[in-house]
């Protein structure tokens, strides 16, 4: 079956710990996003990649890192710069590249820092 | 700067009709997509419209679009209780969701 694919699917750690989220696709996308959701915030983009070995800032970049090695994979790092990294995390992807067209969204991380 | 607002709350009575409104900033969108989110779950794309139209029907789902007033809404008839989640109203074109809003069916 083709998807996105994210885990785990309830992460755990301790402040001034590095985490890295995982997502995976095998849609043959070219373009994929990751967001973060807060209750009564909505999503807020975080990074996005249009083609291997590029990415792009988004909205909420700061505290966060990701790479894009590989088509299908696009993993993020929540470093302990983030101050605020409790939340849910959104991996998302779509075809376009140069229009950023339907997205389909893997079934998400939520992050607890203790 | 760009943005897409909605209400965050709405509660409604089993069978009664369901109107998820949006209001965005942006009048260079393209089209304007509707998603909905499952408790726990990612977003699933429930319908999409594009500039050039007013008004697309699909099954219980209504989507109208008023330009001039910069208005989209989602009209879900006969609403059941598996119709309760988050639905996002969004800009592809920018990156933008609006905040959600929160559909709340009870017999």
């Known amino acids: 079956d083709g998807g996105i694919t994210q885990s785990p699917k309830y992460l755990f750690r301790k402040e001034g710990q590095n985490v890295t989220l995982s997502c995976e696709q095998n849609l043959n996308h070219d373009a994929m996003y990751w967001y973060r959701q807060d209750p009564g915030q909505g999503l807020r983009l975080i990074y996005y990649?249009?083609?291997?070995?590029?990415?792009q800032k988004g909205d909420i970049a700061e505290g966060y890192s990701v790479s894009r090695e590989k088509k299908e994979s696009f993993p993020l790092t929540v470093t302990s710069a983030q101050k605020n990294p409790t939340a849910f995390y959104l991996c998302a992807s779509s075809t376009g590249t140069t229009t950023r067209d339907t997205q389909y969204f893997g079934p998400g991380t939520r992050l607890t820092v203790l | 700067g760009e943005d897409v607002e909605q209400s965050l709350f709405l509660s409604v009575r089993e069978g009664d009709s369901s109107v998820i409104n949006c209001t965005y900033t942006d009048s260079s969108s393209t089209y304007l997509y509707w998603y909905k989110q499952e408790p726990g779950a990612g977003l699933q794309l429930l319908t999409y419209?594009?500039?050039?139209?007013d008004m697309k029907q699909d099954q219980r789902l209504t989507v109208l679009l008023n330009k001039k007033d910069k208005h989209l809404s989602l009209r879900i008839a006969d609403t059941q209780t598996g119709d309760s989640a988050i639905y996002f109203c969004a800009d592809p074109n920018k990156l933008i969701f609006g905040a959600g809003t929160r559909l709340a069916v009870h017999p």
């Open positions: 990649s249009q083609i291997v070995n590029d990415f």
């Open positions: 419209i594009f500039s050039n139209m």
